[in-house]
């Protein structure tokens, strides 16, 4: 069934504005609100990972809890010994980066601000 009704240029521009911006259609803007219900946004599909990227993540995570549950429990942490396990997880990061995206190895020293400010460079291990 078709429903019409009068508007405004001005209105139905609004309208369609305010439909777009929470990704519904209008129709399902006004039948969401004529209902009494907020409009819902359509699901989206996620993204396809690679596995093994994923596990990459997950593995480099699960260090970087290890490392803050320590931190919370007050648990003393040799400062080198923290240093050096960041430092390494900084650098893994940067390799998953290169691995995954196609920018040039300058680009990406650029983005891993930790091995720069700490100045050691990815083929020297880190100040300790």
Do not use: F, H
């Amino acid at each position: 069934m078709r429903v019409e009704i009068r508007t405004t240029p001005q209105d139905k521009a609004r309208w369609q504005a305010l439909a777009e911006s929470r990704g519904v259609s209008l129709s399902d803007l006004v039948r969401a609100l004529l209902d009494g219900q907020r409009p819902r946004r359509p699901r989206r599909e996620a993204p396809s990972v690679d596995p093994a990227l994923l596990r990459e993540l997950a593995r480099l995570g699960n260090n970087l809890n290890q490392l803050a549950r320590a931190a919370n429990r007050q648990e003393p942490v040799p400062a080198a010994a923290l240093l050096v396990r960041l430092i390494a997880i900084d650098r893994e990061l940067a390799a998953l980066r290169r691995a995954y995206t196609r920018a040039d190895p300058e680009a990406e020293d650029a983005a891993s601000p930790g091995a720069a400010e700490l100045g050691s460079s990815p083929g020297e291990p880190g100040p300790c």
